[in-house]
């Protein structure tokens, strides 16, 4: 067996790279293990959205405003160029059944002390010119901002590098290995044995298999989301854009989105993300379908069709790929950010769906902060493992990620 670690972070996905920074940083020796090379599972198969705008006001809204705040001076603090653009993000309203609802929406959230705001009449189409003419409101919230989710990774891997933090690549880790009380002594791998009093798993939507080696049960499900990439082009659309509609279906609200019955089986909605070099992304579709992330082209075509009714100009732009990554669901929609009780030295960061990205810093500060036991920055309690066997009720969250 080599040399003992502090800590050992499975997943180089963009939890498992942040919890390697936030704890390398605290002078903690840890040994990240990624089955391929970093950035190899959702984390790079996703949007790079960053958003209060679609979350619950109360401790969804506040852990995503917790996350924002890292977020704006991470840049500066790893010191590598992830794309990061704080424009804002926007929901577009449909009708006036829709407006009602979103008028409501901008007051909770700003008593909940969120930028938001709601535009109307002119200011929608000066503020996106390209919108389709009937769009009557626009939600936005300033202090959201889009990445480049993979550059993220890298920045987090190469920082974490810089403070002592080993990286393996191509180390699969096979189970977690346990000693005579049940407590964390390491992880068994296709490189060997490597030895640690605390493991962090870090997996992604693969996180119940490995815990299961030691019996843990942690309740993540594969939900896939399929992406459209467009050519580079004359600006569509400014800033990131999404459909209030969606939000309003996922809310359980009585009033439901005028679309054919193919567009809630698949579950489209508008997601736009302009990217700094000209292309856009068109999302997204979510379903269950165990691990597969084979495009469909009855999604690709239901995408396309849903973005050219809010911008009719992306009737004339070419779509240059698709792709499809697995959002790790939880059923009450918070991630799981906690010690797994049952064996001593075991923690789980995993479960974020369609919001990984966005909650990455917050979730590496505060995994360092329980390995550590410091007070952390907000309450975890939400975030617990046991939440699952305590209720079938949780917090409560969505997102349009
Ligand atoms: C279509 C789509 C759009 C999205 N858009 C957004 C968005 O705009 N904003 C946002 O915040 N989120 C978004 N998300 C969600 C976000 O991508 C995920 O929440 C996030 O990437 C999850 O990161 P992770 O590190 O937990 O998992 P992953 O990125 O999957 O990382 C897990 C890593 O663990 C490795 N691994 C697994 N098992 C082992 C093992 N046994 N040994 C070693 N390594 C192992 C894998 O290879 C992988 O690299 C989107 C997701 C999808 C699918």
Not at 56 to 75: A, C, H, N, V, W
Not at 179 to 208: H, L, N, Y
Not at 213 to 219: F, I, L, S, Y
Request: glycine share 10%; proline share 5%.
């Amino acid at each position: 067996m080599s040399r003992a670690h502090d800590v050992i972070v499975v997943g180089g996905g963009v939890i498992g790279s942040a919890v390697a920074y936030y704890l390398s940083k605290k002078g903690i020796d840890v040994l990240l293990c990624e089955r391929g090379d970093v950035a190899n599972g959702t984390s790079s198969s996703c949007d790079g959205n960053v958003l209060a705008i679609d979350k619950m006001p109360g401790f969804d809204s506040q852990i995503t405003f917790e996350s924002q705040k890292l977020y704006d001076r991470l840049e500066t603090e790893l010191g590598h160029d992830f794309e990061y653009r704080r424009l804002g993000s926007t929901l577009a309203v449909e009708d006036e059944e829709q407006a009602v609802t979103a008028r409501d929406w901008v007051r909770r959230q700003k008593q909940a002390g969120l930028p938001m705001r709601y535009l109307e009449g002119q200011e929608v189409h000066d503020d996106e010119p390209q919108l389709a003419t009937d769009i009557i409101g626009l939600v936005e919230c300033a202090s959201d901002s889009s990445l480049n989710p993979m550059a993220v990774v890298f920045g987090f891997v190469l920082a974490s590098q810089r403070h002592g933090a080993s990286v393996k690549r191509f180390t699969e880790v096979r189970s977690v290995v346990t000693g005579g009380k049940s407590e964390v002594t390491g992880v068994d791998t296709s490189e060997g044995r490597f030895a640690a009093p605390k493991v962090i798993i870090c997996a992604g939507v693969w996180t119940p298999a490995l815990a299961g080696t030691v019996g843990v049960n942690v309740p993540i499900t594969p939900r896939k989301g399929q992406i459209l990439v467009a050519e580079r082009t004359k600006t569509i659309g400014r800033r990131k854009l999404m459909e209030f509609g969606y939000l309003m279906a996922k809310f359980g609200g009585p009033a439901k989105r005028k679309v054919e019955p193919d567009m809630e089986k698949y579950g489209i909605a508008l997601v736009f993300e302009p990217t700094p070099h000209g292309n856009f992304l068109i999302g997204s579709s979510r379903q269950f379908v165990g691990f597969d992330t084979v495009c469909s082209s009855r999604v690709n075509t239901l995408l396309a069709r849903r973005a050219i009714r809010f911008y009719p100009a992306i009737r004339d732009v070419k779509v240059i790929r698709s792709y499809a990554g697995l959002r790790p669901y939880t059923d009450d929609h918070l991630p799981v950010v906690s010690e797994a009780p049952e064996v001593p030295g075991l923690y789980v960061a995993a479960g974020h769906e369609g919001d990984g990205i966005g909650l990455a810093p917050v979730t590496g500060l505060l995994m360092s902060q329980m390995v550590t036991r410091e007070q952390p920055v907000m309450p975890v309690e939400p975030l617990r493992l046991d939440r699952f066997q305590r209720s079938s009720v949780g917090v409560g969250h969505a997102s349009c990620s």
